[in-house]
């Protein structure tokens, strides 16, 4: 009689796991930055010491079985700590870029929104990079959730991915419109500058799904013409400040 009772109750484990095709998932994305860089620059004493080790934002990630969208979130995190000399007082603010990523799981293809500047751009893929994932075979749990760990080098090689996915939610997705995995990546490491965990999973009604699609504001262009164009603003940059003790800040991905 027992044995009767639990192959319903494993049946319906199975059943509610393999469902959990639909949901939102909030991400704590932290970009680290090196101190050091600012050694030989010209900012007040006591200034540099304000300016975080990590900068923190959230993100939510909006999943179904056939696509997903990776946004900010609209839950604001502390205020950052303040500096006051005279009657001047300065933040180390770290404002987010309105960008989002939309992956098409169904016809492998993706779809960002990118912000240069102010300045809003659309990238086309038109398919997504095969998979170059090899599992490690050492797992761990996020959120109660079974994960199996995989890596693989960035595309310019210089940084090693680390990610940890979970069957648990059989969409190959995750943040940054990272994916290629049998599940959801639950986390992922990009070398030492940056770490996107989940801190929440959530349900999602249907009014949310229909946020689910391309974004569609601003200049559509290939991943090579935005390459070039973020290039040129960089340069601009370099020389107009080259000299004068400016800092700045620059964050790969």
Known sequence: MKKLLLLPLLLMTIYSMAQQTLGMITYERKVFIDKGQFANSNLPDGLADIIPAEQKSLKTLYFTPDATLYENSTVKMEAAPEYTEGNMMFRAVGQ???EKVYTDIKNQKKTEQKDLMGKQFIIQSESLP???WK????QKKILGMPCMEATMMDEKG????MAWYTTAIPVSSGPEGMSG???MIMEVSIGQTMLITAVKVEPI???MLTHVKPPAKGKKVTAKEYEA???KKIDEMERQFKGEGNVIFKVER
């Not at 599992?135 to 050492?138: A, E, K, L, N, Y």
């Not at 210089?158 to 991915?161: G, K, V």
């Open 158 to 161: 210089q940084y090693q991915i």
């Open 130 to 132: 095969a998979s170059k």
């Open 135 to 138: 599992t490690t075979g050492r």
């Open 229 to 231: 164009i973020m290039q």
């Open 181 to 183: 995995l049998p599940g």
């Open 205 to 207: 009604d249907a009014k």
């Open 96 to 98: 987010e870029p309105d």
